[in-house]
């Protein structure tokens, strides 16, 4: 069973930087992707950034140019470094995965969540 785990989360001033880092435990035939999505109170949660396992990167338009994904070649580990951040990136951040199975089933996995809160 894959489960994430997230660290990394922060409070921090407009402007300044946070670097999560999510680490994958158990074992997937395929991972089709892993990435970051962020949920902000009384909203919906939003993709921020994913990267595919062939190494594609798929940015938000609110993440281009302030915030960049990568892991490591096993893919055991995604990073997401934040900069220039702002009060309206305050949110949880969830590390996700695409997988697939042996038998072609696909599955979603979340991690637990961690916050990141930029003050004004």
């Known amino acids: 069973q894959v489960q994430l785990a997230e660290s990394g989360g922060n409070l921090v001033q407009a402007g300044g930087s946070v670097r999560l880092s999510c680490e994958r435990s158990g074992s997937i035939f395929r991972i089709n992707a892993m990435g970051w999505y962020r949920q902000a109170l009384g909203k919906q949660r939003e993709l921020v950034a994913l990267?595919?396992?062939?190494?594609?990167?798929n940015y938000a338009d609110f993440a281009k140019g302030r915030f960049t994904i990568s892991r490591d070649n096993n893919q055991k580990t995604v990073t997401l470094q934040m900069t220039s951040l702002k009060p309206e990136d305050t949110a949880v951040y969830y590390c996700?995965?695409?997988?697939?199975?042996?038998?072609?089933?696909?599955?979603?996995?979340w991690g637990q969540g961690t916050q990141v809160t930029v003050s004004s």
């Open positions: 996700y995965l695409d997988g697939s199975w042996f038998s072609g089933q696909r599955y979603d996995y």
């Open positions: 990267i595919s396992g062939g190494g594609n990167t």
